[in-house]
Nanobody
Framework: QVQLVESGGGLVQAGGSLRLSCAGS????????MGWFRQAPGKEREFVAA????????EYADSVKGRFTISRDNAKNTVYLQMNSLKPEDTAVYYC?????????????WGQGTQVTVSS
């Protein structure tokens, strides 16, 4: 069974940091584009960041540029999202996703999500 499992979410004060992890199992994701999305209450899911299979190219939403960093460890089948200078508006459920054409948002695999809450 193919799975993506996120971890690392929690409650943090504004200005703080969190590091999310997403571990894949059931197949290798080392050749896939991987991404992070988020969904806040009452809002649609939105793109946060993506990374190519090699890690050589990344893309970020304007709202997180300069604060979030996506990375991956293909040996561990894991992608990370380092989140710094967190703001209350970053509060959302964060999802990782795998396997989509670069620049597209139609991913074939999704995790169940991890809650991030930023208090003011």
């Amino acid at each position: 069974q193919v799975q993506l499992v996120e971890s690392g979410g929690g409650l943090v004060q504004a200005g703080g940091s969190l590091r999310l992890s997403c571990a894949g199992s059931g197949r290798t994701f080392r050749f896939d584009t991987m991404g992070w999305f988020r969904q806040a209450p009452g809002k649609e899911r939105e793109f946060v960041a993506a990374i190519t299979w090699s890690g050589g190219t990344t893309e970020y939403a304007d709202s997180v540029k300069g604060r979030f960093t996506i990375s991956r460890d293909n040996a561990k089948n894991t992608v990370y999202l380092q989140m710094n200078s967190l703001k209350p508006e970053d509060t959302a459920v964060y999802y990782c996703a795998a396997d989509a054409p670069w620049g597209k948002r139609e991913y074939n695999y999704w995790g169940q999500g991890t809650q991030v809450t930023v208090s003011s």
